[in-house]
């Protein structure tokens, strides 16, 4: 059974950094379509950074330059690297996969989810 496992949130201050983890089991990351995902309570799941299997990455807009989205293969783990936090960035994170095929921001793509890592920004 495929499982995603989520680490790294937490709690920090406006302009503070955290690196987020997924790791995989009982599936390998590389070639696949890749994407973190956030939820803020009464919102939407909202597409935040994807990652397809030609290491060609996209963010939102609201992170362009803010967040890195990364794959190390050898560790089998997916990584957001988030500096300069905003309050607005707080919301529950989540990792996706899809095997192959093109990156997208829209949830229906992906087949397998992390149970997701909470990420609080302080002002």
């Known amino acids: 059974e495929v499982q995603l496992v989520e680490s790294g949130g937490g709690s920090v201050q406006a302009g503070g950094s955290l690196r987020l983890s997924c790791a995989a089991s009982?599936?390998?990351?590389?070639?696949?379509?890749m994407a973190w995902f956030r939820q803020a309570p009464g919102k939407e799941r909202e597409g935040v950074a994807n990652?397809?299997?030609?290491?060609?990455?996209r963010y939102a807009h609201s992170v362009k330059g803010r967040f890195t989205i990364s794959l190390d293969t050898a560790k089998n783990t997916l990584y957001l690297q988030m500096n300069s936090l905003k309050p607005e960035d707080t919301a529950m994170y989540y990792c996706?996969?899809?095997?192959?095929?093109?990156?997208?921001?829209?949830?229906?793509?992906?087949?397998?989810w992390g149970q997701g890592t909470q990420v609080t920004v302080s002002s």
């Open positions: 996706a996969v899809r095997a192959g095929g093109d990156s997208s921001f829209n949830p229906l793509w992906y087949a397998y």
């Open positions: 009982e599936y390998t990351f590389s070639g696949s379509s």
């Open positions: 990652i397809d299997g030609h290491d060609v990455s």
